[in-house]
């Protein structure tokens, strides 16, 4: 059974940085381009970026690459999402997902909350 | 970046009633490669979204046949033939044919 586990969300501070990850099991991580995607209390819902199965690519959406990094780490299974430079709009609940055939978010995580505010 | 815009906003149904969900692109979603790249999801309450049809038409696994989508170009539709209470939560439509990808802004269906 596909599992994606977020972690690593929270209050933080404008300005400060976080790191997300996110736990795969479940099928072989390293065979899979993953993204990010984030909802916002709004319920608007945003594509942040993907990521390569093997790490050598990255693609983002404009408004976020000056500010977001995701890396993978294969041995691990593990997604991040490196968050600088946060601001009060940055607030949402942020997706790991994977891909199947044909299909560009197939599975879901349980997202992870993340709050801006001072 | 490319616009969708999902009507109506809010839509009540009765259980066995018949819905249809709209939703617009700001530029046509066929691509080059004659695919056109537009997918529907449900995000039923507290739950994460899922998959219900690709490529306009195409049914996801699992996804009972009482939804349907059509459409072509700019304008798209997602037809539910009779709800049932298990499809109220809100449905989102997404384009993958223009980088980057991008969202409507749902239509949340409640029972009336």
């Known amino acids: 059974e596909v599992q994606l586990v977020e972690s690593g969300g929270g209050l933080v501070q404008p300005g400060a940085s976080l790191k997300l990850s996110c736990v795969a099991s479940?099928?072989?991580?390293?065979?899979?381009?993953m993204s990010w995607v984030r909802q916002t209390p709004g319920k608007t819902m945003e594509w942040i970026g993907d990521i390569k199965y093997d790490g050598s690519y990255t693609n983002y959406a404009p408004s976020l690459k000056n500010r977001f990094t995701i890396s993978r780490d294969n041995a691990k299974s593990t997604l991040y999402l490196q968050m600088s430079n946060v601001r009060s709009e940055d607030t949402a609940t942020y997706y790991c997902t994977i891909p199947s055939l044909g299909i560009p978010f197939d599975y879901w995580g349980q997202g992870v909350m993340v709050t801006v505010s001072s | 970046d490319v616009v969708l815009t999902q009507t109506p906003p809010t839509s009540s149904a009765t259980i066995g009633q018949s819905v249809s969900i709209s939703c617009r692109s700001s530029?046509?979603?066929?691509?080059?490669?004659?695919?056109?790249?537009l997918y529907w999801y449900l995000q039923r309450p507290s739950q994460s979204p899922q998959l219900l049809i690709y490529?306009?038409?195409k049914l996801g696994s699992g996804v009972p046949n009482r939804f349907s989508g059509s459409g072509s170009g700019t304008d798209f539709t997602l037809k539910i033939s009779g709800v049932e209470a298990e499809d109220l939560g809100v449905y989102y439509c997404?384009?993958?044919?223009?980088?980057?990808?991008?969202f409507g802004a749902g239509t949340k269906l409640e029972l009336k």
């Open positions: 490529l306009v038409s």
């Open positions: 997404v384009q993958g044919t223009h980088d980057p990808y991008t």
């Open positions: 530029q046509s979603l066929l691509d080059s490669d004659g695919n056109t790249y």
């Open positions: 479940g099928f072989t991580f390293s065979d899979y381009w």
